[in-house]
């Protein structure tokens, strides 16, 4: 559902509808929108097994296009309207009737705004332009998303419409976000009144340049994109369809704002919670949304692959059906060989690579990736407070003391590159040196808006009772140890991290402890389990031991080993 006009000149169409894909691809119907309905089955199975129909056979489904100018990176079908033939659903079953479709908006839209011409068109709605009579934006030309409510057959899809208006309305103060102005509805329609912002999306912009941006040139939009990201993660929002058709230029100039739209797949998300139904468009979907446990992660993943297309001119998985574009992005490592990577720095590949790893642990998040070394010295880097943060201490305040030891110790072989993220979330999160239960919720609120609330961020915060962390301890408690292993230091920083656990005091643990650090209950074979943690030698935590201990035992973990 397009949210935006761009430039509003002939020939009319909706930024957001697919384009005429190049003769030699496969075409989609890619204005199927909406949340899917989460009783999809054996995911794995169903997505490898996937085949619509494609016009010829498929050559090369796992690989990046080699040579040729940039093909448009058209929207896929958003994908579980592919699985399941473009049929919305509401528990499996189709609602058609007796549906609500009032949203208490008001109803004086053609009073206010004289109506221009039509500027695009989608399967759900269509944009106009329009200008406002009267008030504060007497004379400003505007965009109007009109969504008809006969479009609106499921429950699903009434709720998407009303988070739409109200994602929109509480966040888009942000400089790169599209900026709401009011909501209006009638008998048959919902008006959504936006800034017009005629700079053209950024998929035209990439296709003008054959896809070929300089380091600098790409560091000014990817800066932006997760600027915005990074912020709505922090209101608890996840966007779920970031793709350069969603991104506007606000004007025409060179350096022009760049705006991000389309919040109808929007979903609110804690800290903890992951969400499993399937949506976003094909090419950037992450690993992860396919396999259905995901989180704001997933929109990082989808930075990356747009990061990939503006810095060497293809896509990083490239394939002609949908099928096998969920196999490459399932299976299939991106290459940094092809097209402009050698000639770019190392830097812009590993800041890509930190995107595009399909371990969503292991991923940088949106404002991690603000302090990549590539990119954090730009003028317009501002780092936003990192929910993922407040993960971590969750974790490490419910860790037992032998773990907290050992993320102490390796913490302190950390760098001045990994301390240069740490001193950032410590800045905004801490009062007079020290970060408190007060402290936390206090930076919060300073950037709190009611999707915050919607989300139930501060809520999650009740799990703190008494916290009190100096640097060293936040450090310990908020270091990655996932991120570190894809160093290719990982092996210097855990034997460095051990030799620090053993001189400060790695003693002899016996085995029942050990097991009642770890969770283990009494159905577990400790002498199996821990066998390879403890020394033989001494009863001391060996170094397998430690590493183990590093990452704890998740409540999964706990069940296999039962």
Known sequence: ??????????????????????????????????????????????????????????????????????????????????????????DGQ?????????????????????????VGRGHFGYTVSATCKSGEHAGEKVAVKVIPKDKMTTAIAIEDVRREVMILKELSRHVNLVRFYEAFEDNDHVYIVMELCEGGELLDLILSRGGKFTEDEA??????????????????????????????????????????IDFGLS???????????????????????????????ADVWSVGVISYILLCGSRPFWARTESAIFRAVLKTVPSFTESSWPSLSPMSKDFVKGLLNKDPRKRLTAAQALTHPWIRDHSTVEVPIDVRVLRSLKSYTASPPLRKAALRALSKTLTTDDHF????????????????????????MKCATNAMKEARIIDYLNWLTALELDFDDFCAAAVNVYQLEVLDRWEEHARSAYEIFENDGNRAIIIEELASELGLGPSVPLHVVVSEWIRHSDGKLSYLGFVKLLHGVSARNNRKLR
């Open 94 to 118: 189709e609602v058609m009737t007796g549906l609500d479709r009032r949203f208490g908006l008001s109803k004086r839209f053609k009073d206010l705004y004289e109506v221009g011409e039509e």
């Open 219 to 260: 560091k000014n939009v990817i800066i932006q994109m997760l600027n915005v990201v990074a912020f709505c993660h922090l209101q608890g929002v996840a966007h779920r369809d970031l793709k350069p058709e969603n991104f506007l230029l606000k004007s025409k100039e060179d350096n022009s704002l760049l705006k991000a």
């Open 421 to 444: 993220y740490l001193k950032k979330q410590f800045a905004h999160l801490a009062n007079s040196d020290r970060v408190t239960v007060g402290s936390i919720k206090t930076a919060l």
């Open 1 to 90: 559902m397009g949210t935006c006009a761009s430039n509003p000149k002939p020939p009319k169409r909706n930024p957001y509808a697919p384009r005429d894909l190049p003769e030699h691809e496969d075409t989609y119907d890619s204005s199927v929108t909406g949340k899917a309905s989460p009783f999809y089955l054996s995911p794995i199975q169903s997505l490898l097994g996937i085949q619509k129909s494609p016009a010829r056979p498929s050559t090369g489904d796992n690989s990046t296009p080699k040579t040729g100018a940039f093909p448009p990176p058209s929207p896929a079908k958003h994908i579980m309207a592919v699985l399941m033939g473009g049929r919305r659903t509401e």
């Open 267 to 297: 979903e609110f998300v804690k800290p903890d919670e992951k969400l499993n139904d399937i949506v976003g468009s094909a090419y950037y979907v992450a690993p992860e949304v396919l396999l259905r446990s995901y989180d704001t992660e």
